[in-house]
């Protein structure tokens, strides 16, 4: 693994009834800008394919697999070069790669449009992609709200969604988003193939019942917690998730920026707190450093 995937961060562990200050490896998420170089010699254009969230490494075979496997291209020899561009950027980062393919290949970009998105000006370096959630985000937690909920309650909830997790049980293979309340009662589960979709399907639902903004409930996700899955919670107003998995730098770096509580690796009786603490209620935890 690149030395670049992972970072090391601050934490709060708790374990049943102890908890301390230590630090934990978060494997690296930053964006990836794809753009295709493509046209006959005088008449050369460059265009944005499509921006995903990755963990940084292998960045050419993750730029030719994505290219080949929407089918703008049909083979590997198409390409005539791949490497990655600077763009001047505070945080001065390798995000942007481009792929130039030969003069005489025609690529299918039908696919291109639904596959790419701009956040900013600088939206490929992490900051960008913040700020400008923050200017479409209809709702802005607070870090001074006083929902706060008890560690002994966030221990029960993953037993909670695995019995409503009927798909789950029949195919092993599904991810679930989890609404509670401040109780820690169950309001709404989705489930899907798709992480993403699951947390859309759960907003959604919450949408139609006219719940939002969900400032006062608590989002539980099934597997890891990613970029993306933060910024709906933030869409939503959500201001505590729990996520069964480990989260990923960009979504800690995301939770602490619109002041989101964030736990992770929720199993039994322990859990990792990565952002805004004071909404879980703890006993005195002691320095491991």
Same mark, same amino acid.
């Given at each position: 693994?690149?030395e670049?995937?992972?970072?090391?961060?601050?934490?709060i562990?708790v374990?049943?009834?102890? *908890?301390?200050?230590?630090?934990?490896?978060?494997?690296?998420?930053?964006?990836?800008?794809?753009?295709? $170089?493509?046209?006959?010699?005088? $008449?050369?254009?460059?265009?944005?394919v499509?921006?995903?969230?990755?963990?940084?490494?292998?960045?050419?075979?993750?730029?030719?697999?994505?290219?080949?496997?929407?089918?703008?291209?049909?083979?590997?020899?198409?390409?005539?070069?791949?490497?990655?561009? /600077?763009?001047?950027?505070?945080?001065?980062?390798? *995000?942007?790669?481009?792929?130039?393919?030969?003069?005489?290949?025609?690529?299918?970009?039908?696919?291109a449009?639904?596959?790419?998105?701009?956040?900013?000006?600088c939206?490929?370096?992490?900051?960008?992609?913040i700020?400008?959630i923050?200017?479409?985000?209809?709702?802005?937690?607070?870090?001074?709200?006083?929902?706060?909920?008890?560690?002994?309650?966030?221990?029960?909830?993953?037993?909670i969604?695995?019995?409503?997790?009927?798909v /789950?049980?029949?195919?092993?293979?599904?991810?679930?988003?989890?609404?509670?309340?401040?109780?820690?009662?169950?309001v709404?589960?989705?489930?899907?193939v798709?992480r993403?979709?699951? @947390?859309?399907? @759960?907003?959604?639902?919450?949408?139609?019942e006219?719940? @939002?903004?969900?400032?006062?409930?608590?989002?539980?996700?099934?597997?890891?917690?990613?970029?993306?899955?933060?910024?709906?919670?933030?869409?939503?107003?959500? *201001?505590?998730?729990a996520?069964?998995g480990?989260?990923?730098? @960009?979504?800690?770096?995301?939770?602490?920026?619109?002041?989101?509580?964030?736990?992770?690796?929720?199993?039994?009786?322990?859990?990792?707190?990565?952002t805004?603490?004071?909404?879980?209620?703890?006993?005195?935890y002691?320095?491991?450093?």
């Open positions: 693994m690149p670049n995937a992972v970072i090391q961060l601050p934490i562990k374990t049943d009834d102890e *908890n301390a200050r230590t630090t934990d490896a978060l494997a690296i998420e930053e964006p990836l800008e794809i753009r295709l $170089e493509h046209g006959p010699a005088n $008449e050369r254009k460059i265009q944005n499509s921006v995903t969230m990755r963990t940084p490494g292998n960045d050419a075979e993750l730029a030719l697999g994505f290219l080949f496997t929407e089918g703008i291209i049909k083979q590997q020899s198409d390409t005539h070069s791949i490497g990655h561009c /600077f763009i001047a950027c505070a945080e001065n980062k390798e *995000n942007v790669i481009q792929v130039s393919i030969r003069e005489d290949i025609v690529p299918n970009l039908l696919n449009e639904r596959n790419f998105y701009t956040t900013s000006s939206g490929v370096c992490g900051k960008g992609s700020d400008a923050r200017t479409v985000s209809a709702f802005e937690t607070r870090k001074s709200d006083k929902n706060q909920i008890s560690a002994d309650m966030l221990y029960l909830l993953p037993a969604l695995q019995k409503r997790q009927e /789950f049980a029949d195919t092993g293979g599904l991810h679930a988003s989890a609404l509670f309340d401040a109780e820690g009662e169950l709404l589960v989705r489930e899907d798709g993403h979709n699951a @947390l859309d399907k @759960l907003i959604g639902a919450a949408l139609n006219q719940m @939002l903004p969900l400032d006062k409930h608590i989002l539980l996700l099934s597997g890891r917690a990613s970029f993306e899955l933060v910024q709906k919670a933030a869409m939503a107003g959500i *201001n505590i998730i996520a069964v480990a989260p990923s730098s @960009l979504a800690v770096q995301l939770s602490e920026e619109f002041k989101i509580t964030l736990v992770g690796f929720l199993r039994g009786k322990r859990f990792n707190i990565y805004q603490p004071q909404r879980i209620l703890l006993s005195k002691e320095d491991s450093y």
